[in-house]
């Protein structure tokens, strides 16, 4: 287990990595999340009045989760334990929690468990800490890559609070990459190695919003050089390409052309022009674009623009994801342009995802609207006194399967939010909805 006080962990070893090495040391050193860091920022108000709450900080790799709880732990006043749920297990969590008792009862502090990862746990491990994390004994700081909405349990949420942090920028991560080249205490400054804008702009696109990953190639790109060449070179951006063994993209200067690709193959998908849709994706391709980025954006193209209107858009994206996965490039590529003319020709409607927003919208602003008694299951007796499902009808009891009923709130029982368009599959679900729309107007007209 990854059991240790931060206080007495080494710092700024020689031989750590470089993204180690530049770990920031204070707030006002970590970029990118200055809605948490700033002053008054969230993070930074809990720090200054020593009043660290739990919290999930949930954001992709490199933007600096573990950065900022370990900024919290060399600012406050309690103890500090950091483990990892790749490698810990509930009995893991048994003896950190053993040793906040003892800390609290020998010396008065409250303890801050730091856990990387924390959607690695399983239900019985994050269950280990709902009723330590609500009386106190341990103030819990997770740190996670994937939605804590589905990798945390409900009870365990409930008692901590997420702080989402946001992908970090390339002008960003350049800033980075540039502080630490002229580091001389902990960066690459000592090594009298320049590395050219190109170079550092194509560094930043192949991590790919990593942070991490670019000061650790940074320092494989600058050590090489100066290993081979002696000091007072510059790292090229063929020398960066060379060692990497990954073309530049085509970008402008202005280092935006990732997003402006990927905007025009999302719109002529949207515009149905198969022949300009496999342009952009062999674009993006071959400049060394992220394959599963590109299919992850027809994943949501299939719910977001084909929808109803060709249901099957939706599997077959997924499907050249998984053909993707299972055969890899070059032969996986066959996958992906075969979902992008599909989507490309494929009905388009939107009905879904503007419904969804709708009603989204709807539960933020009416809350927790009370679910139609008649709807409510009855397992209890009790519960059965108290009207739950009295008066459900169920629809395969009635000719079509369908008989007319309440299954909105009170309050919202006669909004409609989806209305299909008359393309594709949703040619034949709009006529089905207003023979059923029909229906409950003559059950209301009785």
Same mark, same amino acid.
């Given at each position: 287990?990854?059991?240790?006080?931060?206080?007495?962990?080494?710092?700024?070893?020689?031989?750590?990595?470089?993204?180690?090495?530049?770990?920031?040391?204070?707030?006002?050193?970590?970029?990118?999340?200055?809605?948490?860091?700033?002053?008054?920022?969230?993070?930074?108000?809990?720090?200054?009045?020593?009043?660290?709450?739990?919290?999930?900080?949930?954001?992709?790799?490199?933007?600096?989760?573990?950065?900022?709880?370990?900024?919290?732990?060399?600012?406050?006043?309690?103890?500090?334990?950091?483990?990892?749920?790749?490698?810990?297990?509930?009995?893991?969590?048994?003896?950190?929690?053993?040793?906040?008792?003892?800390?609290?009862?020998?010396?008065?502090?409250?303890?801050?468990?730091? %856990?990387?990862?924390?959607?690695?746990?399983?239900?019985?491990?994050?269950?280990?800490?709902?009723?330590?994390?609500?009386?106190?004994?341990?103030?819990?700081?997770?740190?996670?890559?994937?939605?804590?909405?589905?990798?945390?349990?409900?009870?365990?949420?409930?008692?901590?609070?997420?702080?989402?942090?946001?992908?970090?920028?390339?002008?960003?991560?350049?800033?980075?990459?540039?502080?630490?080249?002229?580091?001389?205490?902990?960066?690459?400054?000592?090594?009298?190695?320049?590395?050219?804008?190109?170079?550092?702009?194509?560094?930043?696109?192949?991590?790919?919003?990593?942070?991490?990953?670019?000061?650790?190639?940074?320092?494989?790109?600058?050590?090489?050089?100066?290993?081979?060449?002696?000091?007072?070179? %510059?790292?090229?951006?063929?020398?960066?390409?060379?060692?990497?063994?990954?073309?530049?993209?085509?970008?402008?200067?202005?280092?935006?052309?990732?997003?402006?690709?990927?905007?025009?193959?999302?719109?002529?998908?949207?515009?149905?022009?198969?022949?300009?849709?496999?342009?952009?994706?062999?674009?993006?391709?071959?400049?060394?674009?992220?394959?599963?980025?590109?299919?992850?954006?027809?994943?949501?193209?299939?719910?977001?623009?084909?929808?109803?209107?060709?249901?099957?858009?939706?599997?077959?994206?997924?499907?050249?994801?998984?053909?993707?996965?299972?055969?890899?490039?070059?032969?996986?590529?066959?996958?992906?342009?075969?979902?992008?003319?599909?989507?490309?020709?494929?009905?388009?409607?939107?009905?879904?995802?503007?419904?969804?927003?709708?009603?989204?919208?709807?539960?933020?602003?009416?809350?927790?609207?009370?679910?139609?008694?008649?709807?409510?299951?009855?397992?209890?007796?009790?519960?059965?006194?108290?009207?739950?499902?009295?008066?459900?009808?169920?629809?395969?009891?009635?000719?079509?399967?369908?008989?007319?009923?309440?299954?909105?709130?009170?309050?919202?029982?006669?909004?409609?939010?989806?209305?299909?368009?008359?393309?594709?599959?949703?040619?034949i679900v709009g006529p089905r909805l207003s023979a059923w729309q029909e229906m409950v107007r003559r059950e209301k007209r009785r």
């Open positions: 287990m990854d059991l240790f006080d931060y206080r007495n962990e080494a710092e700024g070893s020689a031989h750590a990595p470089l993204a180690e090495r530049m770990r920031p040391r204070c707030l006002a050193e970590v970029f990118g999340q200055e809605h948490l860091t700033a002053p008054g920022g969230l993070i930074a108000s809990a720090i200054a009045s020593d009043c660290i709450f739990p919290m999930v900080m949930w954001g992709p790799p490199g933007c600096g989760k573990t950065t900022l709880a370990s900024i919290i732990a060399s600012e406050t006043k309690c103890r500090f334990i950091k483990i990892s749920a790749v490698l810990s297990g509930v009995k893991e969590v048994r003896a950190v929690i053993e040793e906040a008792k003892k800390e609290r009862t020998l010396k008065g502090r409250k303890t801050l468990l730091f %856990v990387d990862e924390i959607h690695r746990f399983n239900k019985a491990q994050q269950d280990a800490f709902l009723h330590h994390v609500e009386k106190g004994l341990i103030t819990l700081l997770g740190a996670t890559t994937e939605n804590p909405s589905f990798e945390v349990i409900p009870a365990l949420l409930s008692r901590v609070r997420v702080v989402t942090l946001k992908p970090l920028k390339p002008k960003t991560i350049i800033e980075v990459l540039r502080r630490a080249l002229m580091d001389a205490e902990r960066g690459l400054a000592r090594l009298e190695i320049s590395v050219d804008d190109k170079a550092l702009e194509h560094v930043v696109r192949l991590a790919d919003g990593d942070v991490r990953t670019a000061l650790n190639t940074l320092e494989i790109l600058v050590g090489q050089k100066r290993a081979v060449e002696g000091a007072g070179q %510059v790292v090229s951006l063929a020398d960066a390409e060379a060692v990497l063994e990954r073309k530049a993209l085509a970008y402008d200067k202005g280092g935006d052309a990732h997003y402006n690709l990927i905007s025009a193959f999302h719109k002529s998908l949207r515009g149905s022009d198969p022949d300009a849709a496999l342009y952009w994706m062999a674009r993006m391709l071959k400049s060394g674009e992220d394959p599963y980025y590109i299919a992850r954006r027809m994943v949501r193209f299939a719910s977001e623009d084909v929808g109803m209107a060709d249901p099957g858009a939706l599997s077959m994206a997924l499907h050249a994801m998984e053909s993707f996965k299972f055969l890899g490039s070059p032969e996986g590529e066959g996958a992906l342009a075969q979902a992008a003319v599909y989507l490309a020709t494929a009905p388009k409607s939107n009905s879904v995802y503007l419904a969804f927003n709708a009603i989204c919208k709807e539960v933020d602003q009416g809350g927790s609207l009370p679910v139609p008694t008649h709807i409510r299951n009855a397992p209890t007796a009790l519960m059965a006194d108290e009207g739950y499902h009295k008066g459900y009808r169920y629809p395969h009891d009635y000719p079509g399967g369908f008989i007319p009923q309440q299954y909105l709130p009170d309050a919202l029982k006669e909004r409609r939010w989806y209305t299909p368009t008359d393309r594709g599959y949703e040619s």
